[in-house]
């Protein structure tokens, strides 16, 4: 590992202008490219304290060996250079977008003499019109099959053009009338051309004009009674039409644009541009890339340009780009997609209309597309085993961890402190094990004491129920265990009976993890081991995973243990902790939101939800309903006398809401609405309620 100021030059060597710059290893390959407006400041960002660098740049920084720049003129030729160098050099530390495979497009060969149409892939041709992309071949297939009835155009290979010619007998299309047999001279090498011109025109949006002209044609064809040659056209009406269903009309104004949308997280990004021409959407594709580098939305979105349009010219690039975030500096990257187009083009943001509705579905898409990638890698048996071998290795393990339990703790300014507890079996989430807990040892914040009481309180239970089957000598010192089923988990116990209440269900907390995970780094682990410790149990690992710089902590070592950025074993502690993380989150946010809706109606006993609102609508506010009799409550349907002596009661014990203030001018307002808010109509659930199945009614969305 390379110091980086072994090889930093001094400010004054690197100029303060645009350029192009490269990292190189002490093998001298190039494993990062840049670009900046000023090179001077750029590259004063890399020499700095690897404390406050993040940790994929300090990774990068402190494995090249050298440094080197190129001066341009204009942010524009940078762009162009920076392209150019990540193609030539494949450098190991920028975003590179995984495309899975080469995308075909339907293209036609107007560079030779008679024009063909076929599916393409890989590097564009000069002289060959192409469409797309699609997302399969078969799909072009389809579309030329429906279009060679009016267009006829040639679409076999050079071998068997030259053997039909030789022979002077046409392929079968020939016979059955979806070619037009210019080998056999059936038609004039011009006239072939032309009708390959309208095949364009037609694959390019400009449908109308020829529908029109065939349906006309056809009305002509009736009028003179020639009822044959009006069905034929007819027919090649309505499949000219089956052809344009296919692609459904999404925007009105016949716009040709490219629409670009990305989906990330910490780890990954999918990208997903949708290609609109003549307002249909003629192709789609997407990539997906690990974040090897720090970078914005908008520097992804820079780079799927660059990507995309790198070996374009002229009408491959639209006239608009749309995308979620505008690069910054927005103009070398707008110029730089004119230059390629040969005429204007617009790089904006949708911000209404169709053209933001349009945006939203290709975000969909990405957002979809990183979801079943995350999906494919994490169900991929040979990878989960491969990731729990790494874990055990790094962390030294007997075996590998196929139980693994995370922590974490969530609270808002050290109220509704709460904390959860997931379960990951074989790499695989374990919903139905998920756990949340309600930090009642003390009040505030503090993370560390927070972690210590939940590792306890989760682990006296299991002792607990060690002791019931048996496999505990001793009177374990703990409390009795809460609320909260467990479902199986397949781990190997002396009695599977044992593990059983008499009613079947499984027992509470049985099941011990052979790896624990806390969300943090040496204070959290500290405090978990301690509880272990305090608890006498010794055959349980424990680890903690630090997000700022994604290290792996272990009981009392002073230095982390750093997984390789690529290690599946680090996606999937990455994953259990990130999970963990979501599941305490909502339930601390749903605690909040229950607290927020608290009235001194709910503690009036045999009052429910809808007799509630109907004493709130009726009064039109708490205020006005503290200060009604009990004559005046009884009014209300469905409140009889006692239950309205109750609230009444209830009412003038509870402290009322001090007056409301304008902010603004300090006015005292009065307010006849200010304690509604105890009250509401419907509660719906948070975004991202954690699971609740297999949870008896009685016990859903209570603490465990």
Request: glycine share 8%; hydrophobic share 35%; with cysteine.
């Amino acid at each position: 590992m390379a110091d980086p100021s072994s090889y930093r030059p001094s400010p004054g060597q690197i100029p303060d202008s645009p350029g192009v710059y490269r990292f190189r290893d002490e093998h001298r390959r190039v494993i990062y490219v840049g670009k900046a407006k000023s090179l001077r400041q750029r590259l004063a960002n890399y020499f700095q304290d690897l404390a406050n660098l993040h940790p994929r740049t300090r990774s990068m920084v402190t494995t090249a060996a050298s440094v080197e720049w190129t001066v341009v003129s204009t942010e524009v030729e940078a762009l162009q250079l920076e392209y150019s160098w990540i193609k030539e050099y494949d450098p190991r530390f920028n975003v590179k977008y995984r495309d899975d495979k080469s995308y075909p497009y339907l293209a036609v060969t107007m560079n030779e003499e008679f024009p063909r149409v076929q599916v393409m892939r890989g590097h564009k041709k000069k002289g060959v019109r192409y469409f797309g992309p699609y997302g399969h071949a078969w799909a072009i297939r389809d579309t030329v099959d429906l279009l060679l009835r009016v267009f006829p155009v040639r679409t076999c290979s050079a071998g068997v053009f030259k053997n039909a010619a030789r022979t002077g007998r046409p392929c079968l299309l020939g016979y059955i009338g979806k070619c037009s047999a210019p080998c056999v001279e059936r038609i004039s090498a011009a006239d072939h051309r032309e009708l390959a011109d309208e095949f364009c025109d037609f694959m390019a949006g400009r449908t109308g004009t020829y529908l029109r002209r065939l349906e006309k044609r056809m009305a002509e064809a009736a009028e003179d009674m020639e009822y044959e040659r009006a069905a034929r056209l007819r027919d090649d009406i309505g499949a000219l039409k089956k052809a344009m269903e296919k692609n459904a009309v999404v925007l009105a104004d016949a716009t040709d644009a490219d629409l670009i949308a990305v989906a990330e997280d910490e780890l990954e990004a999918a990208v997903q541009i949708f290609h609109v021409r003549g307002g249909r959407v003629r192709g789609q594709r997407g990539w997906v890339t690990d974040k090897v580098e720090d970078v914005s939305t908008a520097a992804l979105v820079e780079h799927a340009l660059q990507q995309l349009y790198g070996e374009e010219r002229g009408d491959a690039v639209p006239k608009e780009v749309l995308v979620p975030a505008l690069p910054d500096p927005v103009e070398p990257v707008q110029q730089w997609l004119t230059e390629r187009r040969g005429s204007g083009v617009s790089l904006r943001i949708p911000q209404r209309g169709d053209k933001k509705a349009l945006m939203e579905t290709v975000q969909r898409n990405a957002q979809q597309s990183l979801v079943l990638h995350k999906t494919k890698r994490a169900s991929d048996l040979t990878t989960r085993s491969r990731a729990l071998e790494e874990i055990a290795d790094a962390l030294g393990l007997d075996s590998a961890p196929l139980r693994i339990e995370c922590y974490d703790i969530s609270h808002l300014q050290g109220d509704d402190v709460v904390a959860s507890m997931v379960v990951f079996e074989d790499g695989l989430a374990r919903k139905s094990e998920y756990r949340r807990f309600q930090i009642k040892g003390f009040r505030g914040q503090d993370d560390v004491r927070s972690m210590h009481e939940v590792i306890t309180r989760r682990f006296r239970r299991y002792l607990a129920e060690k002791e019931k089957t048996g496999e505990w000598a001793q009177e374990p010192a703990g409390e009795p265990a809460e609320a909260g089923a467990a479902g199986p988990a397949g781990e190997t116990v002396p009695s599977g009976a044992d593990l059983k209440d008499e009613d079947g269900r499984p027992k509470r907390f049985a099941y011990p993890p052979q790896l624990v995970v806390v969300d943090g780094g040496q204070p959290q682990v500290a405090a978990a081991q301690r509880a272990l410790d305090e608890l006498g149990i010794d055959d349980i690992a424990v680890c903690g995973l630090a997000k700022r710089l994604e290290e792996v902590w272990l009981p009392g070592d002073d230095d982390p243990v750093v997984l390789p950025r690529t290690s599946e074993g680090l996606y999937l502690l990455q994953r259990v902790r990130d999970e963990a993380h979501r599941f305490a989150i909502t339930y601390q946010r749903t605690r909040r939101a229950k607290r927020f809706r608290a009235s001194p109606l709910d503690d009036v006993p045999g009052l429910g939800e809808t007799r509630k609102q109907a004493l709130v609508k009726h009064f039109g506010s708490l205020k006005r309903l503290r200060s009604a009799t009990v004559d005046q409550i009884c009014e209300v349907p469905g409140i009889g006398r006692k239950t309205a002596e109750t609230v009444t009661a209830a009412l003038a014990g509870a402290v009322p809401a001090g007056p409301a203030v304008n902010t603004a001018t300090g006015e005292i307002m009065e307010d006849d609405a200010d304690e509604t808010s105890g009250v509401s109509e419907t509660t719906a659930d948070a975004p991202g309620e954690p699971v609740t199945a297999g949870l008896p009614d009685e016990r859903r969305g209570q603490e465990t």
